[in-house]
């Protein structure tokens, strides 16, 4: 049972088609490609019936906490997947992942079974829990190209591009589909790393005008949804 934990910064930036080229010709003497190159990542979002947790994610609260399960491409039952446990405290993201078949994290999600023991395990058991009855939310698939530093270490940049979010046919073994999240010509940049930006990146951005933004794909999504739910005079329960 493969298992990872992640304790990083991550800093997103909108940009576009045009200025992720400009950069990534720019990252090429410090940063590698990863090693699949641009990959298809889906992520099936856990909620509570009236959505407690997105909802408290965006009042920007200084701990919040979400749960997904993540697949790197279309998905089968006996495929390995990561049951995402992920923690933000004061701008400091903590991650916990297992990796298992999708038939068995989605029969443990659904209380139907049990996985192996493990300190990672008993955390993402408390949080399902805690916020009892959780059930999938929303799927957002995506693609994905990502960068590691060539002296190693920690940092890392992603582009993520293509993103699509939907509220039903809520599996990972489905086909990718639904709507698109953001223009055609928009590129979702995400900066992981342990401490500071290096120099020679800050610098590019800056000269570029490319500063942060906070910028939650699930929680955009979210949005849109309410936004329509009011606008056809439908209420949700808060």
Known sequence: MAQHIFERYEIKFLITRAQKARITAAMAQYM??????????????????????IRRSLEKPIYKEKLRVRSYGTA????TVFVELKKKYRSVVYKRRIGLPEAQVMAFLGGRETIPDSQIAREIAYFTQYYAP???????????????????????????????WRENDLSL???????????????????????????????LLSEM?????????????????????????????E
């Open 134 to 164: 959780i059930q999938p939310s929303m799927l957002l698939s995506y693609e994905r190209e990502a960068f590691y530093g060539r002296e190693g270490g920690a940092f890392r940049v992603t582009f993520d591009e293509a993103i699509y």
């Open 32 to 53: 590698r490609p990863d090693a699949y190159g641009k990959s298809r990542i889906n992520s099936l979002y856990f909620d509570t019936p009236d959505h407690r947790l």
């Open 76 to 79: 089968t039952p006996d495929s």
């Open 209 to 237: 005008q490319i500063y942060k933004t906070p910028f939650s794909k699930y929680g955009t999504a979210y949005r849109i949804t309410q936004q329509r739910r009011t606008q056809g005079g439908i209420s949700y329960v």
């Open 173 to 203: 073994c489905s086909p990718v589909g639904g709507e698109m999240l953001l223009d055609e010509d928009a590129v979702l940049m995400e900066v992981k790393c342990a401490g500071a930006i290096p120099l020679w990146l800050m610098s």
